[in-house]
Every structure is written in C-alpha cells, then in structure tokens.
C-alpha cells in the first residue's frame, strides 16, 4: 500500500477557480498526510530558485511536464509502489512552466498527457492519479478497467 506521507507536491501559483479548488479539497481529504507547498508565482528563474532552496537531498524529484514520460494509472501506481517508500516531490510548473534545469535535475518527468493543461488543471490532474494510486495499490473498487 501507498503511504502517502512519503509524498509532497510543490505547486507554483494560486489555484483561482472555486471549481478546480474544491476538486483538489475533495481529493486531499481522501489523502490524509499528503503535503501540498504552494509558491507564489514569479519569474520562471526566481520560482527555480525557491524551488530549489525548499527541496532536500533526500528527495526523490518528480516534475510535471507534458513532454515527460506517461504511464497507465496501473503502471504509476506500481512505479509508486516500487519506490519502497521514498520521499517522493513532485513539481508542477507556473503558467511559464518549469525551467530546463529543474526538469533536468528531477529523477523522472512525469507527463500526464501530451496535452497542455494549465497549471491548476495538472495539479487537480495529479493528486487525483495519487488517489487513484492509491486505491489500486490497496485493491479498492474506485479504479475500474
Ligand atoms: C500551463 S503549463 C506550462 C506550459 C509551458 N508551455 C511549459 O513549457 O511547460 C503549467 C504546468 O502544468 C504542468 N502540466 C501541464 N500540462 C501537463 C501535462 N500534460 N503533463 C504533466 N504536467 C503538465 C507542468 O508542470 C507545467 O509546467
């Protein structure tokens, strides 16, 4: 099974739309210790920087980025599974999207479409797919093939 805990996600800009907000609450509930780390939005050298400065060694870097690699909902939850636990951040991008460098330093580029979304869409996008993660990790009926 998933722990959640182990995951983070840092998200640059505000989520604006009621809508997309109360998605992500409704998601986030089901996902007790998962921590989103919100990051004004700036410049898309100044958001590295910050970026940079709140992640740890530790860390095993996701981004979020379209030309990155795609999986199933199955393969993910098995590639969440197999990380044995890790601390897992995931990154997603400000309207400019992420810089070269960062997606250069994260150990994979998650891709979850290869359509653009804007960035509160992808974030909706992702924590749905932790939760849908998760229920396959743990054999619950949500996932339906
Ligand atoms: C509006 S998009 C930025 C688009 C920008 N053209 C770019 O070069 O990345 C904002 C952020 O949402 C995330 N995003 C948007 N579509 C995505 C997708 N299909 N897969 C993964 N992440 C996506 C990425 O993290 C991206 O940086």
Known sequence: MLNISHYKIIAIGKI???W????????????PGLE?????DSTQLK????????????????TLNENGQSFTSKQLATKL?????QN??????GASGLTSSLNNL?????SLSPLTFPHEIARLLLIEQLYR????TQGGPYHKE
């Open 106 to 110: 994260a150990s994979w580029q998650l």
């Open 36 to 40: 989103v780390k919100e990051i004004k």
């Open 20 to 31: 997309i907000q109360e998605g992500i609450e409704m998601y986030l509930k089901r996902l």
């Open 81 to 85: 599974l197999n990380s044995h636990n």
């Open 47 to 62: 958001e590295e920087h910050t970026i940079k400065e709140i992640i740890s060694k530790n860390e095993f870097l996701v």
């Open 133 to 136: 993660a998760k229920t396959i």
């Open 88 to 93: 897992i951040t995931f990154v997603i991008g």
């Open 16 to 18: 604006r739309k009621k």
